[in-house]
């Protein structure tokens, strides 16, 4: 069984909340013995945490008896709480919150009903997070994909026109017009499937010049891609600067 509620201290916080922290969120307690408010504040804390059946860790840490630590953290009032998340701290307040507002803030660091639903990523699960939250980005491209390999085109359309300010669905749904509109673009669209991106850009960045009505479709299918290889990615700055080379 998973402690929900740990004692920690100067000498193990950097186990049990930092390192603890990088696998499952921690929330620290920095409190004292004779801090009233702290004692109004603790057991609300410990409830939040226990209904989370060890989602979340409380960690609670008496600052008279860890001032070092408490100092380092730049402690002036208490109680004052702090979440950690990845070695980091994510969010943090001072002083009592009434019981809403702490289900508020342990609600942000655990996966909500919608993102375990997608984490599970089939078809049945990526839709009931759609109806959790319509027009959700990642599900969208997902279930998107899954019905384009299927060759269900107008129900992935559907799905992904839907979906507000998304690289992705914006390039999947271009894809899957391009792939009906013109066929020379098979052999780039082939490349990418088999994990060739640079080839599949590189073919996409040929059919620029001649693609007349069908730029901007083109343009958002290597914008999509390049979205998921990231901004840091050697082929994403190389494409970037050719794309704009091509367009303009």
């Known amino acids: 069984m998973v402690m929900?509620?740990?004692?920690?201290?100067?000498?193990t916080f950097e186990q049990d909340v930092v390192e603890r922290s990088r696998t499952t969120p921690v929330v620290v307690d920095f409190w004292a013995e004779w801090c009233g408010p702290c004692r109004t504040l603790t057991p609300i804390l410990e409830k939040a945490a226990s209904?989370?059946?060890?989602?979340?860790?409380?960690?609670?840490?008496?600052?008279?008896?860890?001032?070092?630590?408490?100092?380092?953290?730049?402690i002036q009032g208490i109680p004052a709480v702090k979440a950690f998340k990845?070695?980091?701290?994510?969010?943090?307040?001072?002083?009592?919150?009434?019981?809403?507002?702490?289900?508020?803030?342990?609600?942000?660091?655990?996966?909500?009903e919608a993102d375990r639903l997608v984490e599970a990523g089939?078809?049945?699960?990526?839709?009931?997070?759609?109806?959790?939250?319509?027009?959700?980005?990642?599900a969208s491209?997902?279930?998107?994909?899954?019905?384009?390999?299927?060759?269900?085109?107008?129900?992935?359309?559907?799905?992904?026109?839907?979906?507000?300010?998304s690289f992705a669905a914006e390039g999947l749904a271009s894809r899957i017009r391009l792939e009906r509109e013109d066929p020379s673009l098979a052999e780039a669209f082939k490349a990418l499937d088999e994990g060739d991106t640079q080839r599949g850009l590189d073919l996409l960045l040929e059919a620029l010049p001649e693609a007349d009505g069908r730029k901007d479709?083109?343009?958002?299918?290597?914008?999509?891609?390049?979205?998921?290889?990231?901004?840091?990615?050697?082929?994403?700055?190389?494409?970037?600067r050719r794309l704009a080379t091509a367009l303009y």
Do not use: Y
């Open 4 to 11: 929900t509620v740990i004692d920690v201290t100067e000498d």
């Open 141 to 165: 491209v997902a279930l998107g994909a899954m019905l384009h390999r299927r060759g269900e085109e107008e129900a992935a359309l559907e799905i992904l026109d839907k979906v507000p300010r």
């Open 86 to 112: 990845d070695g980091q701290v994510v969010d943090q307040f001072v002083g009592v919150q009434p019981p809403p507002a702490i289900e508020r803030f342990f609600d942000k660091l655990v996966p909500s």
């Open 51 to 74: 209904a989370r059946e060890g989602e979340v860790v409380l960690a609670k840490l008496d600052t008279d008896a860890n001032q070092q630590l408490a100092a380092s953290f730049q």
């Open 122 to 138: 089939d078809e049945e699960s990526l839709r009931k997070a759609l109806e959790l939250q319509p027009g959700r980005a990642d």
């Open 217 to 240: 479709d083109i343009r958002r299918v290597i914008v999509g891609v390049l979205d998921e290889l990231g901004v840091e990615h050697p082929t994403s700055r190389d494409t970037r």
